[in-house]
C-alpha cells in the first residue's frame, strides 16, 4: 500500500541509485577536482586552485536551488531556456514527481546539480595561476545563470529547441565538456596569461595527489554516465562498462604516443588521455556497443594529442592564450570529438533504450547499413549543429560576463600577488616547508590571535632568506 512517503508512482530502487550516481558525480568535484588541482600546481598556487573549485561548489549549489534548476529544466521562456522561479524552495514541488524518471523532483535537483558544479570547476582549470579570486566569485554565478542554464535547457530539457531536432547528449559532452572548454579557453583569453615565469615551468607540486584526484574523477563517472538514463536499467549498465572501455583504450594510447615520441612514459600525459577518454565517450555513453566505445578511446587518445602537443605548437592564436590545464583540448575538443562520433557510431537498438521508439536517432554507419544513408547524414548533421551552438554560446556569453566583471574587480590578480601566490591572496600555504612550519602567520584562521605582518610577500621573501 502506498504511502505518503513512498507514492506509487516512486521506483525506491531507481531512487536510491540516482541519489547513489549524484553522490559520486558530486566526489569527483568535492574532494576529487579540489585535490586535482590542488596539486597539479605550482606549490604556491595549491591553495588558490583548490578554493577555486571548492567555492564553485558551493556558489553553484545555491545558485541552482533559487533559480538555475528551473531555468534550465522548467517552464520555456524562450525557445532557448526556461522561467526561472523558486520552485526549488518549495516543498509541494521537490516533493512531487520530476520531469524524468520515477522518482522525486527533489533527486533530479540533487543530480543535475552536480554536472552544473563540474562545469564551472572545469572552466576554472584553464584559469588557475593568476585569476583574481573576487572576480572568480562574481564569474560564477553569472556564467552559470547565462550560459550553463541555456545549453542544459536547449540540449536536455524536453522543451529545448536542440533536444527536438535530435541532437543526442547522452550525459553532457556538449553541456559540460564543450562548454567548459570553450568557456575557460575563452575567459583565459580576457583574464591574461600567468606570470612569464610560471608559463615556462609550471611543475605539480605532488604527482601522487594529482594521481589520487584523477582516480576519484574516473570512478566518479561512473555515477556521471550511468546515471544518465534516469534509471537503475540495462542501460545504465551499458553506459557504464564502455565509459571505462573508452577511458583505458585512451590512456594507453596517449600513453603509447608519449613513449613513441618523447621517449618516456608520462604520469600527467596518463591522466590527460584519462580524461579525454572520459570526456569523449559522454555523449555516447549508452549509446554504442563495445567495439565502438574502443574506437572512440583511440580517437580520444590521439586526436586530443595531437591538438595539444602538435597543433598548439604552431598556432598562434593557441599559444597566445594561456589555458592552464589544456581544458580547450581535453574538455572541447574532446567532447566535440565524442559528439560527432556519436552521430556515426550510434546503435538503433541502445538509441530506443534512450530515447524511446524515435527512427530519427541512428547513427551514420548504422544507417548505411541499412538503407538509410539520409537519415544518418541528417544525424550527423544536428550533431555538428550542436556543436556550433554551444561554442558561439560560450564564447559570446562568457567574453560578455568577463567584460562585465572586469567592470567591477580585476580580472587578474596584481604582480605582487602574482609572484607570491596563496600566501600573498589567501594568507595560508599548503605546505610547511619554513622554518619550525609556521607558515600560517597571514591567515585570519591560523594567527592564533598574534598580530599579522603588514605585508605578507615581504614577510615570505624575508623568510625564504
Not at 590512456?251 to 604516443?257: E, Q, R, T
Not at 612514459?265 to 584519462?274: E, L, N, R
Not at 539520409?374 to 568577463?402: D, E, M
Amino acid at each position: 500500500m502506498a504511502t505518503e512517503a513512498a507514492p506509487e508512482w516512486l521506483d525506491k530502487g531507481d531512487n536510491a541509485w540516482q541519489l547513489a550516481a549524484a553522490t559520486l558525480v558530486g566526489l569527483q568535484s568535492v574532494p576529487g577536482l579540489v585535490i586535482l588541482y590542488g596539486s597539479i600546481v605550482k606549490k604556491k598556487w595549491a591553495v588558490n586552485s583548490a578554493f577555486m573549485a571548492l567555492y564553485a561548489f558551493a556558489a553553484t549549489f545555491v545558485c541552482w536551488c533559487l533559480w538555475a534548476f528551473r531555468m534550465s529544466f522548467g517552464d520555456r521562456l524562450l525557445p532557448f531556456v526556461g522561467r526561472p522561479d523558486l520552485a526549488a524552495l518549495d516543498q509541494a514541488f521537490l516533493t512531487q514527481q520530476g520531469f524524468a524518471g520515477a522518482y522525486p523532483a527533489a533527486t533530479l535537483l540533487f543530480f543535475q546539480f552536480v554536472f552544473a558544479a563540474i562545469t564551472l570547476i572545469l572552466v576554472a582549470g584553464s584559469l588557475l595561476g593568476r585569476m583574481n579570486f573576487r572576480a572568480w566569485m562574481l564569474f560564477v554565478p553569472l556564467w552559470l545563470t547565462f550560459s550553463y542554464t541555456i545549453g542544459a535547457f536547449s540540449l536536455w530539457s524536453p522543451n529545448g529547441f536542440l533536444f527536438k531536432a535530435g541532437v543526442m547528449d547522452f550525459a553532457g559532452g556538449y553541456v559540460i565538456h564543450l562548454s567548459s572548454g570553450i568557456a575557460g579557453f575563452t575567459a583565459a583569453y580576457w583574464v591574461g596569461p600567468r606570470t612569464a615565469k610560471d608559463r615556462e615551468a609550471f611543475p605539480p607540486n605532488n604527482i601522487l595527489l594529482t594521481l589520487a584526484g584523477a582516480g576519484l574523477l574516473w570512478m566518479g563517472w561512473t555515477g556521471f554516465n550511468g546515471g544518465a538514463p534516469y534509471a537503475a536499467n540495462i542501460d545504465a549498465s551499458v553506459a557504464v562498462v564502455n565509459t571505462h572501455f573508452c577511458t583505458a583504450t585512451s590512456l594507453l594510447v596517449w600513453l603509447c604516443l608519449d613513449c613513441l615520441v618523447f621517449g618516456r612514459p608520462s604520469v600527467i600525459g596518463a591522466v590527460q588521455g584519462m580524461i579525454t577518454g572520459l570526456v569523449c565517450i559522454t555523449p555516447a555513453a549508452g549509446l554504442v556497443q563495445g567495439w565502438a566505445a574502443m574506437l572512440m578511446g583511440v580517437a580520444s587518445g590521439s586526436v586530443p594529442w595531437c591538438t595539444m602537443m602538435v597543433l598548439h605548437r604552431r598556432s598562434r592564436l593557441l599559444k597566445r592564450v594561456d589555458d592552464t590545464l589544456a581544458v580547450l583540448h581535453t574538455h572541447g575538443v574532446a567532447g566535440s570529438l565524442g559528439g560527432v562520433l556519436t552521430g556515426v557510431l550510434a546503435e538503433p537498438r541502445l538509441c530506443r533504450l534512450f530515447f524511446g521508439d524515435d527512427p530519427r536517432y541512428v547513427g551514420l554507419a548504422y544507417a548505411v547499413k541499412d538503407g538509410r544513408a539520409a537519415a544518418g547524414l541528417r544525424q550527423v548533421g544536428v550533431q555538428v549543429a550542436g556543436i556550433a551552438f554551444v561554442a558561439a554560446l560560450n564564447v559570446g556569453v562568457t567574453s560578455a560576463v568577463c567584460l562585465v566583471v572586469r567592470l567591477l574587480v580585476p580580472l587578474r590578480l596584481g604582480e605582487e600577488q602574482l609572484a607570491a601566490g596563496d600566501d600573498a591572496i589567501h594568507g595560508e600555504d599548503a605546505y610547511a616547508v619554513w622554518g619550525d612550519g609556521e607558515t600560517y602567520e597571514q591567515s585570519v584562521h591560523g594567527n592564533q590571535g598574534y598580530p599579522m605582518t603588514a605585508n605578507p610577500v615581504a614577510s615570505k621573501a624575508d623568510e625564504m632568506i
